[in-house]
């Protein structure tokens, strides 16, 4: 999962996240409501499926990974994401911790550096990983977190090279699966769309 950056020595040093934004709080918005792509191509992953703007160009297609690319340079990267698909410093470490896949999203929106973290040596690493990427990536200070019906949609406003939105996707009946998606430009309105048509199939 390229958002890890997992290393060696993150449970050896206390300044893990010293971005401003480490010790910010996602704001709760309303979800998205689907208010067009009326000419959209459903995408789907083994348990999610959404609608995507039509006339892309699939540059990448598995089971769980669509990267999808726009005439004007513009894209969407969509991917389910499980365990095994972290780059962790410490193999298994969701399998061997209190934690799930579903609160590395949780922790790195909902949770803050000045917080006493996990005592736990597994529990340690996952918080610092997931709040050392908060530090790294969302450096608009824009993320959000939206509810409906047992989904988790976490959104944050990023400039990361050419990505401008970085979302993850939970399900409650489902803590070891996420969906994230990466938008590379998509205009809000239409990114409001692909996030608003987002179902949970299994």
């Given amino acids: 999962m390229p958002a890890c950056v997992g290393i060696p020595s993150l449970l050896e040093k206390n300044d893990y996240c010293q971005s401003v934004v480490c010790n910010e709080v996602a704001v709760f918005k309303p979800y998205p409501i689907l208010m067009g792509l009326e000419q959209a191509e459903i995408i789907q992953t083994p348990a999610f499926k ?10 990448q297609s598995t089971l769980i990974r669509k990267q999808i690319v726009y005439q004007n340079q513009t894209g969407i990267l969509i991917e389910q994401v499980a365990e095994k698909d ?12 209190q934690f799930r896949v579903s609160n590395y999203p949780e922790i790195m929106f909902l949770k803050t550096a000045q917080q006493p973290e996990p005592t736990g040596y597994y529990e340690r690493y ?9 530090g790294n990536y969302f450096n608009s200070g824009n993320f959000y977190i939206s ?13 990361v090279g050419p990505i ?6 939970t399900v409650a009946t489902n ?8 938008n590379y430009g998509l205009d809000p309105e239409t990114f409001s769309n692909v996030l608003a048509s987002i179902v949970f199939t299994i």
């Fill in 50 to 59: 959404l609608k995507v703007p039509v006339y892309g160009e699939m540059h």
């Fill in 86 to 97: 972290f780059v962790l410093a410490i193999p298994r470490a969701f399998s061997k911790s």
């Fill in 126 to 134: 996952i918080w610092r990983l997931a709040l050392t990427n908060k």
């Fill in 147 to 159: 509810k409906k019906s047992g989904i988790d949609l976490y959104h944050a406003e990023v400039k």
């Fill in 164 to 169: 401008t939105d970085m979302v993850f996707v």
């Fill in 175 to 182: 803590p070891d699966i996420l969906l994230k998606i990466y």
